[in-house]
């Protein structure tokens, strides 16, 4: 039997990919089709931010999720359909229920997101879309370090 060497290589790549379970939570909260923060993803894994930011490297790496950048955040997402269909049959495999996985998003980022909404909201109404605040108050970090440039519009 003649297998082509590459094909092997990239396959397990892939699955080393998705086999470190912290990996593989973040991959499953994706599957909804949301994009979300790497600090969403790493609470969501059980790691720390900076351990998230080397997974999510490795699963852009192997083209398992891409990312978009929104102002200074960046929204990570599955690369497409076939890696949510291999995720769900790898589920199927391990005797795991093929429905989609619900996150458990910890309360506070919750409260975070739907207060940027609300900001962004609000502004958009008022016109003063230069002026959003980006920094959730529960950072403790001040509006002066992490202030968007002003004269970029954000809505």
């Known amino acids: 039997m003649n297998v082509e060497d590459h094909a092997d290589r990239a396959a397990s790549g892939i699955a080393a990919s998705i086999g ?5 939570r973040m ?6 089709g949301r994009a979300r923060t790497s600090t969403e993803l790493a609470m969501v894994a059980g790691v720390t931010p900076s351990t998230a930011s080397v997974h999510l490297q490795r699963l852009k790496s192997q083209r398992l999720v891409k990312v978009f950048a929104q102002g200074k955040h960046r929204y990570y997402s599955l690369e497409g359909a076939n890696v949510a269909v291999a995720l769900e049959s790898l589920s199927v495999l ?17 409260a975070a997101r739907r207060r940027s909404k609300l900001l962004v909201l609000i502004s958009r109404q008022l016109g003063n879309c ?14 002066d370090r992490m202030s968007v440039a002003r004269s970029e519009r954000r809505c």
């Open 20 to 24: 470190e379970p912290a990996r593989a």
């Open 130 to 143: 230069d002026v959003v605040s980006h920094t959730p108050a529960w950072t403790g970090v001040s509006d």
């Open 94 to 110: 391990a005797g795991g229920s093929p429905d989609v996985f619900v996150p458990n998003t910890p309360n506070v980022l919750r």
């Open 27 to 32: 991959l499953y909260c994706l599957v909804d």
